[in-house]
């Protein structure tokens, strides 16, 4: 079994900067994708970026150029850093983890994007 953690969330005001931080536990060899998705209050989640295990990075067309995803393999962490924040971005972030064809998620993290 894998555990996911994600932490870092909380309020920013827009043009603000947030670290978001997913860690992961337990039978984590084979992990090899990982992606954060978001929920906003009445929608549906909405994929943000993702990476593989060789450093591959994909970003929605939403978030390209203000957020960042990166891999930390020494404490089996990933991070999102997003940067010029806006109100839109308001939604809790997901933390999903893929070994083979099972995917593990985290509890979530709320982020919030006001004035």
């Known amino acids: 079994q894998v555990q996911v953690v994600e932490s870092g969330g909380g309020l920013v005001q827009p043009g603000g900067s947030m670290r978001l931080s997913c860690t992961t536990s337990g039978s984590i060899a084979g992990l090899n994708f990982w992606a954060w998705v978001r929920q906003a209050p009445g929608k549906q989640r909405e994929w943000v970026a993702d990476?593989?295990?060789?450093?591959?990075?994909n970003y929605a067309d939403s978030v390209k150029g203000r957020f960042t995803i990166s891999r930390e393999n020494a404490n089996n962490t990933i991070y999102l850093q997003m940067n010029n924040l806006r109100p839109e971005d308001t939604a809790v972030y997901y933390c999903?983890?893929?070994?083979?064809?099972?995917?593990?998620w985290g509890q979530g993290t709320q982020v919030t994007v006001s004035s």
């Open positions: 990476i593989s295990s060789g450093g591959k990075t």
């Open positions: 999903n983890a893929l070994k083979f064809q099972t995917s593990y």
